[in-house]
């Protein structure tokens, strides 16, 4: 069975660092691409970016670029989303997905709820 | 680059069939076949509904079919049930981009 299972809930002050994960089993994690999605209290899914963890090749949605960095732990079928300075506006539920190379997000992770609160 | 335009909300009764239209350009949903389409009940994570425009995954009801016609793409639910609530989001390929979500849509079966 596949599964993409993400580090837990944080709480952080603004200007703090963050780093989550999303841990893959059931499938050969090389072969697929693993996206990164927010949802923002209330609001609608947004897609940041995406990593191959074959070759660590990163896209990264414009709105997000210079905000958050996509990283990958192949030997340990793991992939990040990292903050370096969090912002308010970063509280979010942060969901990954793996996405089949016809452009789509076939399995989910149950997501990470992040909060950023002084 | 601007999300895909859903309708806010839909609502029909049990048994009865309803559609919600996503609407996006020709450089997205015009020009690629990559359209999905993703269902998320209150406080679960998203999940995959429709694929490649028509395509259903293995398991899931013959009652949700997709389809799309020059710039807007449209999933159709046959035979209402109290479990379709929920919200739903499309999305396609881009000319500029891997992904492009919808706003979402509501719905509400009555």
């Known amino acids: 069975e596949v599964q993409l299972v993400q580090s837990g809930a944080e709480v952080k002050k603004p200007g703090e660092s963050l780093r989550i994960s999303c841990k893959g089993s059931g499938y050969n994690f090389p072969n697929y691409w693993i996206n990164w999605v927010r949802q923002m209290p209330g609001k609608g899914l947004e897609w940041m970016g995406r990593?191959?963890?074959?070759?660590?090749?990163?896209n990264y949605s414009p709105s997000f670029r210079d905000h958050v960095t996509i990283s990958t732990d192949k030997s340990i079928s793991t992939a990040y989303l990292q903050w370096s300075s969090l912002k308010a506006s970063d509280t979010a539920m942060y969901y990954c997905?793996?996405?089949?190379?016809?452009?789509?997000?076939?399995?989910w992770g149950q997501g990470t709820l992040v909060t950023v609160s002084s | 680059q601007s999300a895909l335009t859903q309708p806010v909300s839909v609502s029909g009764s049990p048994g009865q069939s309803i559609t919600i239209s996503c609407t996006g350009t020709?450089?997205?949903?015009?020009?690629?076949?990559?359209v999905s389409w993703y269902r998320q009940h209150p406080g679960k994570a998203p999940q995959l509904m429709i694929y490649?425009?028509?395509n259903r995954p293995s398991g899931l009801s013959n009652r949700f079919s997709g389809s799309k016609s020059g710039n807007t793409a449209s999933l159709t639910i046959s035979g209402l049930q109290a479990e379709d609530e929920g919200d739903y989001y499309c999305s396609s390929y881009t000319n500029s981009s891997p992904l492009l979500f919808g706003g979402g849509t509501k719905l509400t079966v009555l």
């Open positions: 490649e425009v028509t």
């Open positions: 020709n450089s997205d949903i015009g020009a690629y076949n990559y």
């Open positions: 997905a793996r996405q089949t190379s016809d452009y789509y997000l076939d399995s």
């Open positions: 990593i191959n963890p074959s070759d660590s090749y990163i």
